[in-house]
């Protein structure tokens, strides 16, 4: 990465770690932390994460083999960030001081959950800050949308254990919550795009990912449900068809992961209008690649075997099935997972 370089200077006395962090780190790292002025580092790392552009910022931890050296606290290129792990902890070191304290809370927990995304008293300050934020109604809209930008940052970040953070994902949640509330835009089919679908893709079979995408689901619909002849309604009904368009397009592009499937299956059985088209490309795909694995039959022998599935739809999907089966080999798990899906489809359809 080139960019901007941002050096570290001398550690002054009385800024180590406590017994608890010290006993889980091993002896090297315990002396390179001593080396660097904490506060300094603190700085820049807290400055860095609460910048604001166009697109997301993408953070990246570096390794004691990818520092540039000794002194470097981080390298930046427009909103992407490469942050040493051992200057993570330097700035955590001093975040988790400052919270105790009260002092600079929203920028000690953001440091801290860069640190660990299950850093349940990080998460928590940050609702409390925004919440008394949005009772002395002072800017509650900026907070709101700084805050999902912070959030929806490390969601998206090539970060193994944000992408999946049941934390994360929930504080996510919770600030779509307040913009419920207060009657503010929720555009869910960029959400959808650039939020549930970069994580999803960072990190496979990403449970808490497609949860987040089931309650945009229930909450757009909820929502169009109570505006009937209000002329937002055909607002509501694009996100819907936005929202379905971007994770039929995530599940096809991945067809070996079962989670896009499965929320395809949550989506369709709530909004069966749209069902038609999404089972016959599906289907036609399979044809035209061969797909015989489980997690695209699972949502095409479960499509099929619904009671509101159109029988040319249940023709087309038995076709594929009976041309994909004669090309499968003898005993493959391709031809057990089509013999399976004929036989739910027999044992489930209404």
Same mark, same amino acid.
């Given at each position: ?28 790292? #315990? ?16 400055? *860095? ?12 931890? $570096?390794? #004691? ?8 606290? $981080? ?22 001081? &400052? ?20 850093? &349940? ?41 944000? !992408? #999946? ?45 497609? $949860? ?69 490309? !599906?289907?036609? $795909? ?18 099929? *075997? ?45």
């Amino acid at each position: 990465m080139t960019g901007q370089v941002t050096r570290a200077g001398a550690l002054p006395a009385g800024h180590m770690q406590s017994d608890d962090m010290s006993r889980a780190l091993d002896d090297d790292v #315990k002396k390179a932390i001593r080396h660097g002025d904490h506060e300094q580092i603190f700085t820049k790392i807290a400055d *860095a994460l609460s910048q604001r552009y166009a697109e997301l910022l993408e953070v990246e931890l $570096l390794g #004691k083999s990818h520092m540039a050296d000794a002194d470097t606290i $981080l390298l930046q290129d427009g909103p992407a960030i490469a942050v040493p792990k051992l200057r993570l902890v330097q700035a955590f070191i001093f975040a988790r001081a &400052l919270l105790y304290e009260k002092k600079d809370m929203s920028r000690a927990t953001a440091v801290m959950l860069l640190m660990d995304p299950e850093h &349940l008293t990080a998460a928590n300050t940050r609702k409390r800050i925004l919440q008394d934020g949005i009772s002395s109604g002072t800017d509650f809209e900026t907070r709101l949308r700084d805050e999902l930008y912070f959030v929806d940052s490390l969601l998206t970040s090539r970060l193994h254990r944000h !992408t #999946k953070s049941p934390t994360l994902w929930g504080h996510r949640q919770w600030l779509m919550q307040r913009f419920q509330e207060h009657g503010l835009k929720i555009d869910a089919t960029s959400i959808m795009t650039t939020v549930i679908s970069v994580a999803a893709e960072r990190h496979p079979r990403n449970y808490y990912a497609w $949860l987040h995408a089931r309650y945009l689901t229930t909450a757009v619909s909820e929502t169009a449900a109570s505006r009937e002849g209000d002329k937002d309604k055909d607002k509501d009904k694009d996100d819907l068809a936005g929202m379905l368009e971007a994770a039929k397009s995530w599940a096809l592009r991945h067809h070996d992961d079962v989670s896009g499937w499965a929320f395809l299956m949550f989506f369709l059985d709530r909004h069966p209008e749209y069902a038609g088209p999404v089972v016959s490309e !599906t289907a036609r $795909l399979a044809a035209s690649f061969h797909w015989r694995n489980e997690s695209v039959w699972y949502f095409l022998r479960n499509m099929a *075997a619904r009671a509101w599935c159109d029988g040319d739809w249940r023709e087309e999907v038995e076709a594929t099935r009976l041309a994909l089966l004669g090309g499968a080999e003898r005993g493959s798990d391709g031809e057990r997972v089509l013999e399976q899906a004929a036989s739910w489809v027999q044992a489930y359809t209404a």
